[in-house]
């Protein structure tokens, strides 16, 4: 298995298919906190997730879905959308809340990467509490060449998200030994995020706050129950997959 890391959707190069060399699976990370909030509405009962990255196109798709059994989760900048059942947290995604709806998302940055490889054959999304669950689901698939892409921030470099690749590689790399065939890296990108978690593995709390987003998030408020849950590694063993386009499934 081979693992590349782009740390935003603009870095993916174009998709090409599994014969021609192209990804047969890609990651999906966005820490703070849109894959973080994913894999806890799943965990806690979610039906489903829908993506968007326009919010014409969510309000259209939530339209047409029952009442009852629909919320709409929007964030811009770290904050709810207006008039939006939720904003991006994980802490509210109880079971009470999500449990048997799905859930129309879109979000300043994550969402733009679910779109950028909606066409790759294994779609999964990743956070540090599920981390190893992925890592697993790879090496169990027999995955060769694997996309990590992070998310970033309206175009940049995330510190958060580049630490969660590292920790899905990580983890990749202690799952993929006999009888797997092993993994290597595929580009510096992924070398530097495997570094960075080998430096913050210990600590990864203080890496989330020390992030610039990290540090946006707390000059909107406390989020001090937020940080915890997104730096709580292995805490998940969920694993959303697209199973038809644009829709995250537990897995």
């Known amino acids: 298995m081979q693992l590349h890391y782009f740390h935003t959707s603009d870095n993916v190069p174009p998709l090409q298919p599994v014969a021609e060399g192209g990804a047969d699976a890609a ?24 993506a968007f990255d326009d919010l014409e196109a969510l309000d259209r798709a939530a339209q047409a879905w029952p009442a009852e059994r629909r919320l709409r989760a929007g964030e811009r900048g770290g904050q709810r959308l207006a008039g939006f059942d939720l904003g991006n947290s994980p802490l509210a995604v109880t079971p009470e809340v999500v449990g048997g709806k799905r859930i129309f998302i879109s ?17 999964l999304t990743a956070c540090l509490p599920n981390r190893t ?33 590292g920790a899905v590689a990580s983890a990749v790399f202690e799952l993929a030994v006999a009888p797997h065939r092993g993994a ?22 203080t890496c ?3 992030a610039s987003h990290g540090q946006r998030l707390m000059g909107l408020g406390d989020h001090n129950g937020d940080f915890a849950c997104c730096s709580a590694v292995d805490s998940l ?3 959303p997959q697209q199973l038809e386009p ?6």
């Open 184 to 205: 290597t890296i595929g580009n510096d990108e992924m070398l530097a995020a495997l570094a960075l978690w080998q430096q913050w593995h210990h600590e990864p709390e």
């Open 27 to 50: 990651v999906v990370i966005d820490v703070l906190r849109a894959t973080t909030t994913i894999a806890w509405a799943l965990h806690n009962g979610a039906e489903a997730i829908e």
């Open 237 to 239: 063993s969920v694993v």
């Open 133 to 165: 669950a992925v890592a697993r689901r790879l090496v169990e698939q027999g995955c060769e060449r694997v996309w990590i892409v992070g998310s970033g921030w309206e175009g940049a470099y995330s510190l958060e998200d580049s630490l969660a690749a």
């Open 107 to 123: 979000t300043t940055n994550g969402t733009r990467s679910l779109a950028a490889v909606r066409a790759v054959p294994l779609l």
């Open 208 to 210: 989330l706050r020390a």
């Open 246 to 251: 644009g829709v995250l499934r537990a897995s």
